[in-house]
């Protein structure tokens, strides 16, 4: 497909001399322009197809040349023309190199006066040359400054190209610039709209009545320079000049380009009208202004560092940072700071913020120097009076920059949403605001409405009666009475100086030339007019009864008619400033429209003296010459006040937006859109009551929410008995809720809101929040502002009441009014934390109903967090946290911003008590802070930590969360100490560090305060949390005095540790003094506020040393929190999750599970595995390896040192892995408590490894040391048996024989020599255990009951039996007989329990004589141990060396009976039956037998020389019939040597097969390739997948054996049936590489011994020395050494034997039935269960779940995620026939549950005071879904019933929705395992 044609338009301008014009000239054509001087037209060459594109060029060079004869009107149309059809995409500047002229140095000068300032970005410049210049183009650039200057101001954007324009690849570099361009422009061009402002902008400037000044001093304002000079004999100067306009008119832009040259030295250029004749008019004055402005103004930016957010404007991101300038911005700083440091003071509300001290290079503090006075002799009076201080050249000649002009040029360099930021922060500074603004680039008024409607003031008013109205409004909305003040000529005092002392004399509302910092060198001021406003308390010493605004236009009225125009349309009154004027001031045309304007108008003169004078229509004079300022104030105030009485007229910026001749930023489309979107949202709420709003528009989050959270707290504080049953209600009830929410959907509002921020651009959505949050603001301030005043009203009514007795209905009445209007409160909010909550509520809805509609809510909502909005927590309404909700916008933040490092700090305080101001002043936040506007809940806010700050800190962001207040108002009905406990607990555990914010010293207030914030780090000791505090102070009186500072911090500690005390008996804790609880310094970790305000609001700004004490503690902040790595986003949402589980629950520190540690230890634990496994699989190998070496070697001696040796590598390698996963881990903070045990753990385990491995060779040694002589007698054997089969073979060799009669004449030797040669030594007998465990039982027990027990079989499941009531005499009880004992395990509901704690005889000792499931579990845990200790007992036995006896069954008996003797005597609440002793008995001996034969075996093989030489037949009728064959002993030799390496190769193949087969299986298998808890998820998946009881029972009461089984038929399943032909494949490889092996040690051995001219004895030892480590090979003597003296030979003797035994011994194994089990040394399946089951298999006392801890001997409480039910485990209800159904995760939260254990009866709440195995289990309540077991228990409800001959009935009746659940759902939960 043909790729579409790209179509450019190009402009090409500047001198046509650097273009060789012609047919080959492929951009330009062959005819040169020709500028038409009458009728001036734009005719586009079209070139088709150049390099691709489609291009259109508008040739216009030599049209700036052409200028001053052209009609620039006919341009302007010709051009205007062109562009309403076409756009321009680039500039081409055609300049020749070496031939610049003038013109074309002031060539882009010339196009930003015809295009304006936004042309520069579509410039680039093109270098022709002539063919001999191209190799010296790069030099030309780099040495010519004039070039270097141009190339700087379009960006470096430059190509060359020969002036024929012929060159194809020249051509196309061109258009791939221009296409660049485009890129950098992002595809936008220079259009219309463009060309329209610059020409507006060239028609503003010319048409101004006075001249502009060519030196930049005029273009300062005139208020601040001193009084004009009137010295008239001096040469007028251009600035001075009376025909200075028609001067600049004249002027060619070569003429500019001179005169600028010429002013370089900063000097005043001396012109007169005369030099420029008058035809020269053109647009010079045009060019001049914005030439100059635009130059003072990059200038400035560049100074300011700002030169790059001319264009790519600072955003709010940009500046609510933490920076480093942000925490040293009340420093002096360098001037490149300026912008920076202005920013952050401003945005800490320090009024101080223009107020900036510059560093100075190189500045002498001392005096200024001077000029020199009389050298010669002592100064004269007249001399010193005379001097004049001289300037430092170095520091002024760039001038001082001008505080406003830094505020201005971050104004002007700032996005819409950063302007409304500053305004924002410039009204709480309680700053003149920017009204109408010039544009410095287009010189356009700018009216920026949208940064006001974010300000909020709030006043009283009076009206003529003297009644008071309290008003808070938006200040664009207000109608005010407006002041409007203007300035005519020079004056001598300051204008804006009088205006302040109209709104507040203390303070500098408007910057003056008196302020601080304030200097001659002002740019960007001239012709902004600003406002503010006075703001009356209802006082008496009110200036003024109302609101009234205050307008002031900087610089001379006569230089800015467009802001006169405009101010005197809207203004009430009008004040003008005049300075001396002269005679001419009544000719002053200005002053003569305004005094015939109808509007009041007051004139101030400088050379005026007289007091207030007044005209008939409101014109009123007063003097300022040599008058106190106090009483002009005064008496302008005075006439101002009766111009308002005389004048109704009012203005709103609101109005003035409406002004066409201003550019107001609304009028933009972004604005407009996003506005019109939130308008559209409100007219649904119009004429609606706020509470009817929210029930129809945000229902879901009304009473079915409430209802929601109600009942899920219930759920956590269920009690009585069957929870589960009220639990299963409970979430029943929940999921109807859901689905009525779920039923309800989207509300109209909700869907256009949603849509807005889902289909709008970025720009508009921000927008559309913005007013969003507005408009719903303005909506409910009003109705919540009478709200809350009726509230305080009542609420202190209430106080008064409560101490009277005698009013106590009153009281009542009072109290029920403070309900009702609360909930008014709540219901008559409606803000944009609602429309989230509510868009929160139908996400976990759809979620409940498992709807996959709407999933993108989550996501739009971080869209809203990260446009500014806070994200809502803790509901403040319900005071829950929807998790779900929560959850899924932090899942979205993640993707949206990666899982990055944040630092969480939360605040805590009383209600009111400042703590949303500190936050905000602290970041530059905007959380809500006004009276009516109280946070209520918990909200979020994100800030960034720059990337210079990150490397000081160590994480990338901070989580502000900003919190309700504790002892609100609105809850004082309510359970206050349970809110703020749970509230206190939840900030405090959510934060990394807490700011704990208390308003004043009051001892009381404080008093309360403390003990909550103790008590909440108490419980975050307890559960292991470790947050940080900071103590803040506000509004605390002389902070500065330093021993009163002392005093208080030794006050305040004192307070902490005697609450501390106070909380940790609450707690239950020994914490004496506060800093046992925390780390904490009260030097630096408690800080002192200075009050707010500097004086009393509405008018008072922020008080300065408020300001820096924010600094400060900011700066303690960073400082403390720089070395904390903070959380990632994953786990603070963990930790949310966890924090709120438990607050749900009354008991915190009970409640409390920490998932992210629980989460992270898993981790660890799954690590800790791969560790383990490279250690044992590691040291696996070494034992076979010194295994084959002390049975090769004759005398050897293996020290634990040379085992560690071995495991030296791999021990590293672990240690090596342990120190990365600790040290670089993301949670490595969290990791850090248990890396010293897991340390220690793998060093035990190692010591642990090398001691059995130590242990086992000992014992390898030792038999082999015992087996000496038998082994001599072998040999001795061994060499007759040699000698007599070689003798026979001679003896033959000359008889003819076949195979037959070859193997029966050797067979009949065969029969002699076995018995002849062993007649001495005795044949050992075989064995039968059995038989002697029926003869030495009986001796104890009658023979009738052993034979009985036998018979029955039961011994054999004796350790898994569910009750052993039967086995078991109670104490005080007859015995029964033989009869079936029900199993008697007990739940107790709370009425058993009352009588049971009575005290009666009756139901006590039935308590006492019970067999309960302790019992049980006890019994079972006994006949456990005893079997494990008489295993350990047969390993000390010496049967491998002495053989089988019948003394060991007697010791075996004897010791079952010693112990079961010692458990009686312990348990002494019953004996045993002789059923029991017998049964245990026979148990033990049933695998005891069986291990004494396998024993008893190997001592045979060992032992019985007749049975071994037995097992040699073979091998010497080999011998025989190689002798008989003719064989030399050489050969004889090789297969003797063959033979006897056969068996030990393929001992070493399946050696090394079983550990192969052990990694290939855990690495195949699922099951193995994790830890304990993986491995049992697996068999839970299997166990439901069989379905069979039997099995599960076997699970669950002996659930080591089970796992030891599972783990044997996975293997023998794999190896059998699955993956067969692997395994065969496998033992073949190592066979092969087994025998490759030794053929390589036979090859090496030889040429060893030939190179040392060794014998063949000397062969032997080598190769035997070579195989030592890797096979089973004895060094054997030669007994035909003389006759073997050809290694070679024997070599190839040997490697040919070697080949066929593997071959042979590799297909033996056709089939898996060939694998001979036995033959593993160390089988498989036992080193997975070594490697699986060496863990903790501690069982719940009450439902038999395994403790999950991988570490064998952990510290610690046992735990375990999910519990079961205990009834699966026989607990039944006391005197009732009803298993029990509850959960011990359910049952432990309940205090009216019990249990019975030893004797005694306990709350399943206090189930740790039982002691025993109950105090080391730590049961957390937990409501999380577990459908396995509920899956289980109705699945095998009647095995169970039938198994305990119990029912689920009453109190244990199965809840029905536990019928609901599927295998395939059971199996799916197991997941969360």
């Not at 305060?1009 to 103590?1031: D, E, G, H, T």
């Not at 020395?1665 to 030979?1689: G, N, P, S, W, Y």
Request: net charge negative; charged share 30%; glycine share 4%.
């Amino acid at each position: 497909m043909d790729q579409k044609i790209q179509d450019l338009t190009v402009v090409v301008f500047g001198n046509s001399s650097a273009v060789d014009f012609g047919t080959e000239n492929i951009l330009l054509g062959p005819n040169k322009p020709a500028v038409d001087a009458v009728d001036f037209s734009l005719t586009p060459t079209k070139r088709s197809n150049v390099s691709g594109r489609n291009v259109s060029i508008v040739n216009v060079l030599d049209l700036q040349d052409s200028e001053l004869y052209l009609d620039l009107d006919s341009v302007n149309r010709a051009i205007a023309c062109f562009l309403g059809e076409n756009e321009f995409h680039a500039f081409v500047f055609v300049l020749q190199l070496r031939m610049l002229t003038d013109a074309d140095k002031v060539g882009l000068e010339w196009l930003q006066r015809m295009f304006g300032e936004s042309v520069l970005p579509f410039v680039m410049i093109l270098f022709t040359y002539e063919n001999d210049e191209h190799d010296t183009i790069i030099d030309d650039l780099k040495n010519n400054p004039v070039l270097e200057q141009l190339l700087q101001k379009c960006g470096d954007r430059y190509k060359t190209c020969s002036k024929g324009m012929s060159n194809q690849s020249e051509i196309k570099a061109i258009l791939e610039e221009i296409d660049y361009i485009l890129s950098e422009n992002k595809q936008r061009c220079y259009t219309a709209d463009l060309y329209h402002r610059a020409a507006n902008l060239r028609e503003n400037l010319q048409s101004q009545p006075n001249a502009i000044s060519v030196s930049k001093s005029q273009l300062q304002e005139d208020e601040q320079g001193a009084t004009a000079s009137k010295n008239t004999n001096k040469k007028q100067k251009v600035s001075k000049t009376s025909g200075v306009l028609q001067t600049l008119k004249s002027f060619s832009h070569i003429a500019w380009a001179r005169l600028t040259r010429q002013n370089q030295s900063e000097e005043n250029v001396e012109l007169t009208e005369a030099q420029y004749p008058v035809h020269e008019q053109g647009t010079m004055y045009y060019a001049a202004k914005e030439h100059f402005l635009e130059e003072k103004t990059e200038k400035l930016l560049t100074r300011l560092q700002l030169k790059l957010n001319h264009l790519q404007k600072l955003k709010p991101a940009d500046v609510l940072q933490i920076t480093p300038q942000s925490l040293r911005c009340q420093e002096p700083c360098t001037e490149e700071e300026l912008v920076q440091t202005f920013l952050q003071r401003l945005l800490l509300g320090d009024y101080k913020a223009r107020h900036i001290s510059v560093k100075e290079a190189g500045n002498d503090q001392g005096q200024n120097p001077c000029n020199s006075g009389n050298k010669d002799g002592e100064e004269t009076l007249e001399v010193f009076l005379k001097k004049k201080s001289v300037s430092d050249d170095r520091t002024t000649h760039e001038g001082t920059i001008h505080p406003m002009d830094v505020q201005m040029a971050v104004f002007h360099c700032s996005d819409s949403f950063l302007k409304q930021l500053l305004v924002n922060k410039l009204s709480q500074c309680q700053y003149a605001l920017p009204l109408l603004v010039p544009n410095p680039f287009t010189g356009r008024n700018e009216f920026h409405l949208w940064t006001f409607c974010q300000v909020m003031k709030s006043w009283k008013s009076k009206d003529c009666s003297g009644k008071m109205t309290s008003n808070t409004k938006p200040i664009y909305k207000a109608e005010t009475p407006m002041v409007a003040f203007f300035r005519i000529g020079d004056i001598p005092s300051s204008k804006s100086q009088l205006i302040n002392t109209l709104i507040n004399g203390k303070h500098n509302t408007f910057f003056h030339r008196h302020c601080p910092g304030s200097s001659r060198d002002r740019l960007l001021m001239d012709g902004v007019v600003e406002i503010s406003w006075y703001l009356p308390s209802g006082k008496n010493t009110d200036d003024f009864s109302d609101c009234v605004a205050f307008c002031n236009l900087h610089g001379d009225v006569a230089t800015h008619m467009k802001q006169l125009e405009i101010l005197t349309e809207i203004s009430s009154v009008n004040v003008v400033v005049l300075g001396d004027q002269g005679d001419d001031i009544t000719n002053n045309d200005i002053l003569q429209k305004l005094f015939k304007a109808p509007k009041p108008l007051i004139c101030l003169l400088s050379d005026d003296d007289s007091k207030v004078i007044s005209s008939q229509n409101m014109k009123y004079k007063i003097g300022l010459k040599d008058r106190n300022q106090a009483a002009v104030s005064k008496e302008l105030q005075q006439t101002i006040k009766k111009c308002f009485s005389k004048s109704s007229s009012t203005f709103s910026l609101e109005k003035l937006g409406t002004n066409k001749e201003i550019t107001v930023d609304e009028n933009e489309m972004e604005f407009q859109k996003g506005k019109q979107a939130a308008k559209d949202l409100m007219t649904l709420l119009e004429k609606k009551g706020l509470s009817k709003m929210k029930e129809m528009y945000l229902p879901c989050q009304g009473k079915l929410w409430r209802e929601w959270c109600q009942k899920k707290k219930e759920l956590h504080r269920l009690q009585g008995p069957n929870i589960e049953m009220q639990k299963s209600q409970k979430q029943v009830e929940m999921k109807q809720i859901r689905e009525d929410q779920h039923k309800l959907g989207l509300s109209n509002l909700m869907k256009k809101f949603v849509d807005t921020v889902q289909f709008s651009t970025e720009n508009e959505k921000c927008y559309f929040l913005k007013w969003l949050e507005i408009l719903l603001n303005n909506n409910t301030s009003d109705e919540l502002t009478a709200f809350r005043h009726k509230y305080n009203e009542t609420w202190l009514k209430v106080l008064d009441l409560k101490g009277q007795a005698d009013k106590s209905e009153q009281t009542k009445e009072a109290q029920t009014e403070l309900e009702a209007i609360s909930k008014k409160l709540s219901a008559a909010a409606f803000g944009m934390e609602h429309i989230l909550r509510e868009l929160g509520q139908i996400y976990e809805s759809l979620m409940a109903m498992e709807v996959n509609k709407y999933e993108f809510l989550p996501k739009l909502a971080v869209e809203v967090m990260l446009s500014g909005q806070p994200l809502e927590l803790m509901d403040g309404d319900t005071g829950h946290v929807p998790m779900v909700w929560v959850s899924a916008v932090l899942d979205e933040l993640i993707k949206k911003l990666e899982n990055r490092r944040v630092f969480v700090l939360s605040i805590l305080g009383i209600q009111s008590s400042g703590k949303s101001t500190m936050l905000n002043a602290l970041f530059g936040l905007q959380f809500a802070v006004s009276a009516g506007r109280c946070t209520k809940g918990a909200f979020m806010q994100l800030v960034k930590v720059s990337e210079e700050m990150k490397k000081e800190l160590k994480f990338d962001y901070i989580f502000v969360v900003d919190t309700e207040g504790l002892r609100a108002l609105e809850f004082t009905g309510m359970s206050e100490r349970e809110l703020d406990n749970g509230l206190a607990t939840f900030v405090v555990g959510l934060g990394n560090m807490t700011l704990i914010n208390i308003f004043g010293e009051n001892p009381a207030e404080m008093q309360d305060i403390l003990q909550i914030v103790v008590q909440a780090f108490l419980r975050m000791k307890k559960v292991k949390l470790n947050p940080s505090c900071m103590f803040v102070h506000q509004n605390v009186g002389e902070v500065t005095a330093g021993e009163k500072n002392i005093e208080g911090r030794k006050c305040f500690q004192d307070n902490l540790d005697k609450m501390t005390k106070l909380a940790a008996k609450e707690e239950d804790c020994n914490a004496k003094c506060f800093s046992d609880v925390i780390a904490f310094d009260v030097r630096s970790d408690v800080s002192y506020f200075s009050q707010l305000w500097e004086g009393s609001p509405p008018m008072a700004p922020q008080n300065p040393a408020y300001c820096e004490n924010i600094l400060e503690l900011k700066r303690n902040i960073i400082s403390k929190i720089s070395k904390n790595r903070g959380v990632t986003f994953s786990e603070f949402k963990e930790n949310l999750s966890s924090l709120w589980n438990a607050l749900l629950d009354e008991n915190f520190v009970f409640s409390f599970r920490n998932t992210l540690e629980i989460a992270v230890y898993r981790k660890l634990e799954h690590e800790y595995s791969k560790w383990t496994w490279s250690l044992r699989s590691a040291m696996l190998s070494v034992e076979s390896k010194l295994h084959n070496r002390v049975t090769n070697e004759t005398s050897v001696n293996i020290q634990q040192r040379d085992i560690m040796d071995c495991m030296k590598d791999t021990k590293m390698d672990v240690e090596a892995s342990m120190k990365k996963f600790f040290n670089e881990d993301l949670n490595k903070e969290i990791l850090i408590q248990w890396q010293e045990r897991f340390q220690r753990k793998i060093e035990e385990l190692c010591e642990e490894l090398v001691e059995g491995t130590k242990r086992k060779l000992d014992e390898v040694i030792r038999l082999k040391i015992a087996r000496e002589k038998i082994d001599s007698e072998k040999k001795t054997y061994e060499n007759k048996l040699f000698k007599l089969s070689k003798d026979l073979a001679f003896s033959l060799k000359n008889k003819e024989n076949d195979e037959d009669a070859l193997v029966k004449e050797f067979e009949a030797v065969w029969s002699k020599w076995v018995p002849e040669l062993t007649q001495d030594t005795p044949s050992i007998r075989d064995i039968d255990v059995w038989a002697d465990i029926t003869k030495i039982l009986p001796e104890n027990f009658e023979n009738h009951l052993v034979c009985e027990r036998q018979n029955q079989g039961i011994y054999k499941r004796i350790d898994t039996l569910r009750n052993y009531s039967d086995y078991t005499i109670l104490s005080n009880q007859d015995d029964p007989g033989q009869d079936d004992l029900q199993p008697t395990n007990y739940h107790i509901d709370e009425d058993d329990h009352n009588n049971v704690i009575s005290g009666e005889k009756l139901d006590l000792e039935i308590c006492q004589n019970t067999f309960t499931v302790n019992d049980n579990n006890a019994l079972r845990a006994f006949i456990k141990s005893t079997a494990r200790d008489v295993r350990d007992e047969i390993q000390k036995m010496p049967i491998a060396e002495r053989g089988y006896s019948h003394v060991y069954i007697s010791e075996v008996i004897a010791s079952v009976l010693k112990k079961a003797k010692e458990y009686e005597h312990k348990a002494s609440k019953y004996t045993f039956k002789k059923e029991f002793i017998v049964d245990l008995c026979l148990y033990v001996c049933d695998f005891v037998a069986e291990q004494f034969a396998e024993l008893h075996k190997e001592f045979k093989e060992a032992y019985d020389v007749r049975l071994y030489l037995e097992g040699q037949r073979s091998q010497y009728f080999n011998i025989f019939k190689d002798y008989y064959t003719g064989a030399t002993s050489t050969a004889v030799f090789g297969r003797l040597i063959v033979d006897t390496l056969e068996p030990s190769i393929l001992q070493a193949a399946y050696d090394q097969t079983a550990l192969n087969l052990s990694e290939k299986m855990k690495r195949d298998l699922p099951a193995f390739n994790g830890n304990r808890s993986n491995l049992e998820k697996h068999i839970l998946t299997s166990l439901a997948e069989e379905e069979s009881f039997e099995q599960y029972t076997e699970y669950t009461q002996n659930p080591r054996t089970y796992f030891t089984n599972f783990i044997k038929k996975k293997i023998n399943d794999y190896i059998y049936k699955e993956t067969n032909q692997g395994v065969l494949k496998t033992i073949k490889s190592n066979i092969d590489s087994k025998g490759k092996y030794v053929i390589d040690a036979v090859r090496e051995a030889t040429e060893e011994v030939k190179s040392s001219e060794g014998d063949v004895n000397m062969w032997l030892h080598c190769v035997s020395r070579k195989l030592q480590d890797e096979l089973r090979f004895k060094e054997m003597a030669c007994l035909e050494q003389t006759e073997i003296i050809d290694l070679d030979f024997l070599q190839k003797v040997v490697n040919d034997g070697l080949n066929k035994i593997v071959l042979k011994l590799s297909n033996n194994f056709q089939n898996i039935s060939d694998l001979k089990w036995e033959m593993f040394r160390k089988k498989p399946d036992e080193i997975l269960i070594e490697h699986l089951c060496r863990c903790c298999w501690a069982q719940c006392p009450f439902c038999n779940a395994i403790c999950t801890n991988t570490l064998e001997d952990h510290a610690g409480d046992h735990s375990v995620r999910f519990h079961r039910n205990p009834g699966t485990n026989g607990w039944s209800f006391k005197f009732k026939n009803e298993l029990g159904i509850d959960f011990c995760t359910t049952a432990v939260s309940s205090a009216l549950l019990h249990f019975q254990a030893f004797g005694k009866v306990f709350s399943f709440k206090d189930y740790r005071k039982a002691g025993g195995d109950y105090a080391r289990w730590n049961i957390s309540p937990d409501n999380s879904e577990m459908p396995y077991w509920k899956w289980y228990v109705f699945r095998f409800q009647e095995d169970l019933e039938k198994h305990y001959q119990k029912k689920f009935l009453g109190h244990g009746q199965i809840p029905n929705e536990w019928r609901n659940y599927t295998k395939k759902q059971a199996i799916h939960s197991l997941k969360e395992l």
